[in-house]
Nanobody, 125 residues
Framework: QVQLVESGGGLVQAGGSLRLSCAAS????????MGWFRQAPGKEREFVAA????????SYADSVKGRFTISRDNAKNTVYLQMNSLKPEDSAVYYC??????????????????WGQGTQVTVSS
């Protein structure tokens, strides 16, 4: 089992930045890939970004590519999502998730088996 706790959400104006953090405990952190997903009201949960166990490979949704950066610090058991040039359509609850394997397998939520409680990001226009 992995316990995941997100932090760093909040209210920001369009064009601003936020950095989300997700602290993990339980299983050895470097044993699994990590992902970020988001869910806006009335919409399905969608993939945002993912990173493999070492940080050497990343994947991004087209909607955030070039604006968001995912990274991880295995010594601190933490994964980050740096979000720049935020837009109102980025407003959502953001969830971090622990992958079933150390490698990037796909963008479906089914590749992830542990989830955090989520942190709210609101971008005002």
């Amino acid at each position: 089992q992995v316990q995941l706790v997100e932090s760093g959400g909040g209210l920001v104006q369009a064009g601003g930045s936020l950095r989300l953090s997700c602290a993990a405990s339980g299983r050895t952190f470097s044993d699994y890939a990590m992902g970020w997903f988001r869910q806006a009201p009335g919409k399905e949960r969608e993939f945002v970004a993912a990173i493999n166990w070492s940080g050497s490979s990343t994947s991004y949704a087209d909607s955030v590519k070039g604006r968001f950066t995912i990274s991880r610090d295995n010594a601190k058991n933490t994964v980050y999502l740096q979000m720049n040039s935020l837009k109102p359509e980025d407003s959502a609850v953001y969830y971090c998730a622990a992958g079933r394997t150390p490698y990037l397998r796909g963008r479906a939520s089914s590749w992830y088996d542990q989830w955090g409680q989520g942190t709210q990001v609101t971008v005002s226009s």
